[in-house]
């Protein structure tokens, strides 16, 4: 199974900071990384696809960045709603799992 | 617009069974892989299970060790996990959620749409 290694695990910011999470995974994975917000209480929402592109919706602060082995979500400045945990995915091949998840404080 | 939305949670005493419903809206559900992805209380997500639109192709984490099957009526619009011999370890959050194949290939799929999550309870 291809493991997915995020870092930092949490980190604590200020409003308009630029935030990095990265996400390593195990074996190559070409562009198949996905990124997920998930806000306390609420279901996971998608961010960014295929590494590098945004879903539709979601603000143009959001960008992904990477292949191979190492991949990055950047929040260019970070807003108070952004207060969440991120999770990358891969769908390189089965199982598709998760990193562990970046918790994102204020 | 898209509705994923989960049922048949609840409290069940060890070893016992429940069944999951995602009743699916606003889209052509035959079309789509879906999956279940759970979380346990204040943990990450954990990719448990997807089928393909036919039915034909299901996959189950092995960590379920063949207590989980899931299944669909796409007559329904319904996406199902049943759950037989439960541990106090499957206690989570169960989420159903739509695969959105980006560029029509085997590895370019996202969860683009999930439900709000349905709460299963192990415990005597």
């Known amino acids: 199974d291809i493991q997915m290694t995020q870092s930092p695990s949490s980190l604590s910011v200020s409003v308009g900071d630029r935030v990095t999470i990265t996400c390593r995974a195990s074996q190559s994975i070409s562009s198949y990384v996905n990124w997920y917000q998930q806000r306390p209480g609420k279901a996971p929402k998608l961010l960014i696809y295929g590494a590098s592109s945004l879903q539709s919706g979601v603000p143009s602060r959001f960008s992904g960045s990477g292949s191979g082995t190492d991949f990055t979500l950047t929040i260019s400045s970070l807003q108070p709603e952004d207060c969440a945990t991120y999770y990358c995915?891969?769908?390189?091949?089965?199982?598709?799992?998760f990193g562990q998840g970046t918790k994102v404080e204020i | 617009q898209v509705q994923l939305v989960e049922s048949g949670g609840g409290l069940v005493k060890p070893g016992g069974s429940l069944r999951l419903s995602c009743a699916a809206s606003g889209f052509t559900f035959s079309d789509f892989y879906m999956g279940w992805i759970r979380q346990a209380p204040g943990k990450g997500l954990e990719y448990i299970s997807y089928?393909?639109?036919?039915?034909?192709?299901?996959y189950h984490a092995h960590s379920l060790k063949g207590r989980f099957t899931i299944s669909r009526d796409n007559a329904k619009n319904s996406l199902y996990l049943q759950m037989n011999s439960l541990r106090v370890d499957d206690t989570a959050v169960y989420y159903c959620a739509r695969e959105w194949d980006y560029c029509s290939g085997i590895s370019c799929s996202s969860l683009d749409f999930w439900g709000q999550g349905a709460l299963v309870t192990v415990s005597s």
């Open positions: 089928i393909s639109g036919s039915g034909d192709t299901r």
């Open positions: 995915q891969q769908s390189y091949s089965t199982p598709p799992g």
